[in-house]
């Protein structure tokens, strides 16, 4: 095996991040969109509409709705559905809305909330979704005790994440990392970090905790495939959703360095050949109690 160079290979900047999500600027947005939404987050949304139940005049709000999707799915699925989308890049929501209006029987509004709770009315929807939540619990359970404050009696609360055993492949090149630089904190950050992202019977377990019941799971292990090694870093996967989200879940705002091995490394082992990213896709749902 190639040893991992010295010298760090040039990088592209990660785009700010703000609560562990990208934010998304025009250009971003557009690229999200066209690449990240097909190649990846199509692997959540599509089980959430598996997932979706049936319901007559459905009010449905998306938390961190981002550029839209799954939501035209959703309108097709529940006709005369009022979709109320909420998110913390302005351009995102631009993009959402310029979507919406090529849809005419799409009945749609987005609107920028920076944090949680919203300022959306109590009891009023019958769905609520939440798209590849973050691996932290704290984060989770806000969302989920928002989705609980949203969501009439019995109404339906869809949540998909990446659950444990996602991105392993860079949590050993942490600890890789680790033990090369005699770096315990990072050791101990990619451990706890495991530990905090649910299996998918802990994430049913989170549903229960704040008031849903009725809970249904589903995980479907997968994989995603990049080229080579290089392509990984600079793939608008990694850069607008995966490492974002890593960053924070590991506290590494402000330590490049632990980042900058890892891609490094990827790319030294997987020269000539493709890297493949685990992700066990996994998507959890329950009801509202009365």
Same mark, same amino acid.
């Given at each position: 095996?190639?040893?991992?160079?010295?010298?760090?290979?040039? !990088?592209?900047?990660?785009?700010?991040?703000?609560?562990?999500? *990208?934010?998304?600027?025009? +250009?971003?947005?557009? %690229?999200?969109?066209? @690449?990240?939404?097909?190649? $990846?987050?199509?692997?959540?949304?599509?089980?959430?509409?598996?997932?979706?139940?049936?319901? =007559?005049?459905?009010?449905?709000?998306?938390?961190?709705?981002?550029?839209? $999707?799954? &939501?035209? /799915?959703?309108?097709?699925?529940?006709?005369?559905?009022?979709?109320?989308?909420?998110?913390?890049?302005?351009?995102?929501?631009?993009?959402?809305?310029?979507?919406?209006?090529?849809?005419?029987?799409?009945?749609?509004?987005?609107?920028? %909330?920076?944090?949680?709770?919203?300022?959306?009315?109590? +009891?009023?929807?019958?769905?609520?979704?939440?798209?590849? *939540?973050?691996?932290?619990?704290?984060?989770?359970?806000?969302?989920?005790?928002?989705?609980? #404050?949203?969501? *009439?009696?019995?109404?339906? %609360?869809?949540?998909?994440?990446?659950?444990?055993?996602? @991105?392993?492949?860079?949590?050993?090149?942490? #600890?890789?990392?680790?033990?090369?630089?005699?770096?315990?904190?990072?050791?101990?950050?990619? =451990?706890?970090?495991?530990? &905090?992202?649910?299996?998918?019977?802990?994430?049913?377990?989170?549903?229960?905790?704040?008031?849903?019941?009725?809970?249904?799971?589903?995980?479907?292990?997968?994989?995603?495939?990049?080229?080579?090694?290089?392509? @990984?870093?600079?793939?608008?996967?990694?850069?607008?959703?995966?490492?974002?989200?890593?960053?924070?879940?590991?506290?590494?705002?402000? #330590?490049?360095?632990?980042?900058?091995?890892?891609?490094?490394?990827?790319?030294?082992?997987?020269?000539?050949?493709?890297?493949?990213?685990?992700?066990?896709? /996994?998507?959890?749902?329950?009801? !509202?109690?009365?």
């Amino acid at each position: 095996m190639s040893e991992v160079p010295d010298k760090p290979i040039a !990088k592209t900047p990660l785009p700010t991040v703000v609560h562990g999500r *990208a934010r998304l600027g025009p +250009s971003e947005a557009a %690229v999200y969109e066209t @690449f990240v939404v097909p190649r $990846y987050m199509a692997l959540f949304g599509d089980l959430a509409l598996e997932m979706l139940v049936d319901s =007559d005049d459905a009010q449905v709000v998306h938390l961190h709705c981002r550029t839209g $999707y799954p &939501d035209r /799915g959703i309108a097709m699925r529940l006709r005369g559905a009022h979709l109320v989308g909420v998110d913390g890049s302005l351009a995102a929501l631009e993009l959402a809305r310029t979507k919406a209006a090529t849809m005419p029987e799409m009945i749609s509004q987005y609107r920028f %909330v920076p944090d949680f709770p919203t300022s959306l009315p109590s +009891s009023a929807f019958s769905h609520a979704l939440i798209l590849h *939540a973050l691996g932290m619990p704290d984060d989770r359970s806000a969302q989920l005790r928002e989705c609980a #404050r949203l969501l *009439a009696a019995h109404g339906q %609360v869809i949540l998909t994440m990446p659950v444990r055993g996602s @991105f392993q492949e860079i949590g050993d090149l942490l #600890r890789e990392y680790a033990l090369k630089f005699d770096d315990t904190s990072i050791e101990q950050a990619v =451990d706890q970090a495991e530990l &905090d992202r649910p299996t998918i019977d802990g994430l049913g377990a989170e549903l229960e905790e704040v008031g849903f019941d009725f809970v249904e799971l589903e995980e479907r292990p997968t994989t995603v495939r990049f080229h080579r090694g290089r392509d @990984f870093f600079e793939d608008p996967i990694a850069r607008l959703v995966i490492l974002p989200e890593l960053r924070l879940e590991l506290g590494l705002e402000g #330590r490049p360095e632990p980042l900058s091995y890892v891609r490094d490394a990827i790319d030294t082992y997987w020269s000539d050949g493709s890297f493949e990213l685990t992700v066990n896709v /996994g998507c959890a749902t329950g009801r !509202k109690l009365p």
